[in-house]
């Protein structure tokens, strides 16, 4: 008989000694995102049956029209986190600015902001494909007791404490890194735990999966065309195979199984690239990084790049190792 799969909880407590810090403080984050993980993961699945799906009426920061999932989402982690009082500051894809948690409090000991994508890869809600939630975490970098101002959220990827992402998938499962590599959790929904279905992942070195949405191509920079040209051309083990789901977490997590590349690069319609560098980029790129893949934004690694606004966009490119350099290379001599 095979051996019981260890629990997320069981495993967010044996590893809570590695953390860098050990206050059990980011192990109650990592537990209230679970949490709130698993009351959207209940609202996705009744998608089509309750009055969840469509258009919310209202647009974002982003200039995006809010589905009501996505309002949902965010309305659901920001109570979870907010009502357990275990974080100073909330800043989200959805909401026009950061949300300070007693954060002024001189009795508030909390040191950890979060940033998220409550609800990712919207535009496949009406459709029943896979959406996702990605979540970054920091330590704030003002004093304690201290009002959080926008330092504590505009800080490099590479200082992210932990990172992660939930996959509404054909099963739900929560991936996240502390920095000490990658482990999946799948959702067992009839109990309600995670297991560790998926410990240690890593992307392979090279792969054969290019993930682009290719009807911008004639927009796209020329190293991006001629990379994409590469991935189409016959070679020792080209032509790639074309993947693309158009959610960020679920295009990332079949990439990382199964290696691959995913491109979402500026172009005329995005000048700035699409992905939002704090709730998407960086904490995808600290999984890749933990698990052996890369990301960078063409030219440079994306967890080096310096913040200078909460939805700052960027060009991304991440995935296998040798595939990432292969892009940049073009990039490179375009
Ligand atoms: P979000 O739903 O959080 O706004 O993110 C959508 C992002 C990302 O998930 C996806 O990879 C990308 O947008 C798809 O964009 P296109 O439809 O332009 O390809
Ligand atoms: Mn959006
Ligand atoms: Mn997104
Ligand atoms: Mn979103």
Do not use: W
């Not at 999946?184 to 009839?190: C, V």
């Amino acid at each position: 008989m095979s051996k019981r799969k260890q629990t997320l909880g069981e495993f967010i407590i044996e590893n809570q000694t590695s953390f860098k810090y050990t206050s059990g403080e980011l192990s109650r984050l990592l537990n209230s995102i679970r949490l709130a993980a698993k009351v959207v993961n209940h609202e996705v699945n009744k998608a089509g049956l309750v009055d969840i799906i469509g258009n919310a009426g209202d647009t974002n920061i982003q200039g995006e029209d809010q589905q009501k999932l996505d309002v949902y989402a965010n309305e659901k982690f920001i109570q979870t986190l907010t009502k357990r009082n275990i974080v100073c500051g909330i800043a989200s894809e959805e909401e026009d600015d950061f949300i300070a948690i007693n954060s002024q409090d001189e009795n508030n000991q909390n040191k950890y902001v979060v940033l998220i994508d409550p609800l990712d890869g919207s535009s496949n809600i009406d459709v029943n494909v896979s959406v996702g939630t990605i979540f970054s975490i920091y330590r704030r970098v003002t004093p304690l007791g201290t009002p959080v101002t926008l330092d504590d959220f505009l800080q490099k990827g590479s200082a992210q404490v932990a990172a992660g992402y939930v996959v509404y998938g054909t099963s739900t499962m929560l991936v996240y890194t502390t920095g000490h590599g990658v482990n999946g959790f799948t959702l067992n929904p009839a109990i309600g735990s995670y297991y560790l279905s998926h410990p240690n992942m890593e992307f392979p070195e090279d792969g054969h999966i290019y993930s682009v949405n290719e009807g911008y191509y004639s927009d796209f920079p020329v190293g991006i065309k001629k990379y994409i040209k590469y991935c189409q051309e016959d070679g020792e083990d080209r032509p790639y195979t074309s993947r693309y789901i158009g959610s960020l977490v679920s295009d990332f997590h079949r990439n990382m199984i199964k290696g691959g590349i995913y491109m979402y690069p500026k172009s005329s319609k995005n000048p700035n690239g699409k992905l939002r560098l704090l709730y998407e980029c960086n904490p995808m790129a600290f999984i890749a990084e933990q698990a052996k893949g890369k990301a960078s934004d063409g030219f440079a690694r994306i967890m080096d790049i310096q913040p200078t606004a909460l939805h700052e966009r960027v060009s991304f490119i991440c995935g296998s190792k040798n595939m990432v350099e292969k892009a940049e290379e073009f990039m490179r001599n375009a």
